[in-house]
């Protein structure tokens, strides 16, 4: 008999074997008939994929931890956590960790089990939650993700799914000279805040975390580089003598040499002064690694300089986030003659066509053309 309880449960276990390759585990249930009822599923289960040619299988929970995990190392890590939990229906209190329930797909389901219908629901229940677009694409990504490079490792996987299109908010975000100004203002270390110095008031500690936040900002606002790249790049990608920045952007795996501005060559001289020996990377962390995603005394520095009031949210169409930095760099480079292709290629986006948001910000020549074509027609 294939079934027997161990002495230390009280459910029943499988064991068979198949061409010679042992199979073993619990049933996950006492009742005797019900774990014949799964036995023989499990058999038949490995009979197709041995002798039928039949791919595994995998549930969606452990489809979705094989892929987060691969990317372990990654700055994102966390937030893809977070996302994985949510598609499996549950979140983490955080402060006591415990689980949350949440809409989501069945985690225990078969991946190949997904269909159009599931993702359809999935996005109605999201919306229901007054989730922005982008979120919802952020979920919907991983799902499809996950079932590509499942399909890569030889997993089953439904082919066949319909994803949705979801509109965005057409409008890009990105910082004026005035608001640039006012974050920098609302980040700077010497920044009167009632009425006492920060300098005066706060630990040394603190004082060279409120560095890093402007020192960061000025970097990302300068090169246009994503978070993540800025974040964890080394001093061994930095060259003061030249000026330059050698760049490696893991997304699209590839690498770039960018020029400092002058604004940022005169900070990174400053830290290169205060760099401790055998530091590693220009923005560490209180453990001596590279900073990773800490974004959150940004975010309130954000705040303070009321970049995200709710009139200004209307008005601009959109909140300030950390990519909003990289917008503005691109908004500047734009306004000020420097093609679309050339942006491309500073932005290091794998595809041309990425750049074509900022086209609207090019100085319209055609307008300036129909002016004067105008003022001539009314002057005569």
């Known amino acids: 008999m294939s079934l027997h309880k161990p002495k230390n449960s009280s459910r029943w276990h499988y064991q068979f074997q198949v061409n010679g390759k042992r199979y073993t585990g619990t049933t996950g249930t006492a009742n005797k008939t019900k774990a ?73 389901n078969d991946l190949h089990e997904i269909q159009t219908r599931d993702i359809e629901r999935l996005v109605h229940a999201r919306k229901s939650e ?21 399909a890569r490792l030889g997993y089953r996987v439904n082919k066949d799914i319909n994803y949705p299109m979801l509109k965005t908010n057409s409008r890009l975000r990105y910082l004026d000279s005035d608001e640039e100004s ?20 706060w630990s040394g500690e603190m ?19 994503r978070y993540s790249e800025a974040a964890n790049i080394p001093w061994s990608a930095i060259n003061m003598e030249e000026g330059t920045i050698g760049l490696y952007r893991s997304k699209v795996g590839n690498e770039d040499v960018l020029y400092m ?25 209180r453990n001596g690694k590279a900073r990773g995603y800490a974004v959150q005394a940004i975010r309130k520095a954000i705040d303070r300089a ?25 908004s500047k480079m734009v306004k000020n003659g420097v093609s679309l292709f050339q ?38």
């Open 36 to 108: 014949l009822q799964v036995e023989r599923e499990v058999r038949n289960k490995v009979h197709g994929q041995v002798f039928l040619g039949e791919a595994e299988t995998i549930t969606l929970e452990d489809a979705l931890q094989k892929y987060v995990d691969a990317r372990r190392s990654a700055s994102y890590y966390k937030g893809m956590q977070g996302v994985a939990r949510k598609i499996c229906g549950y979140k983490l209190h955080p402060k006591t960790q415990q689980k949350i329930a949440c809409y989501g797909l069945p985690g225990t």
């Open 130 to 150: 007054r989730l922005s677009a982008a979120t919802i694409k952020h979920e919907i990504a991983l799902i499809r993700s996950t079932i590509n490079e499942m």
């Open 182 to 201: 006012a974050l920098l203002c609302a980040l700077d270390v010497n920044t009167l805040r009632s009425g006492i110095k920060r300098s005066e008031a």
């Open 207 to 225: 004082q060279r975390n409120l560095q890093d936040n402007y020192d960061l900002v000025i970097f990302l606002l300068d090169t246009g580089c």
């Open 261 to 285: 501005s002058n604004r940022l060559r005169s900070v990174m001289e400053r830290r290169l002064k205060v760099r401790l020996d055998g530091s590693r990377f220009v923005f560490e962390n």
């Open 306 to 330: 009321g970049l995200n009031r709710p009139d200004i949210i209307l008005e601009k169409g959109g909140k300030v986030t950390i990519h909003t930095l990289r917008h503005s760099f691109a």
């Open 343 to 380: 942006v491309s290629v500073l932005l290091g986006h794998s595809d041309s066509k990425m750049t074509q948001r900022y086209a609207h910000l090019a100085p319209n020549d055609a307008s300036r053309l129909a002016v004067k074509v105008l003022d001539g027609l009314q002057g005569a």
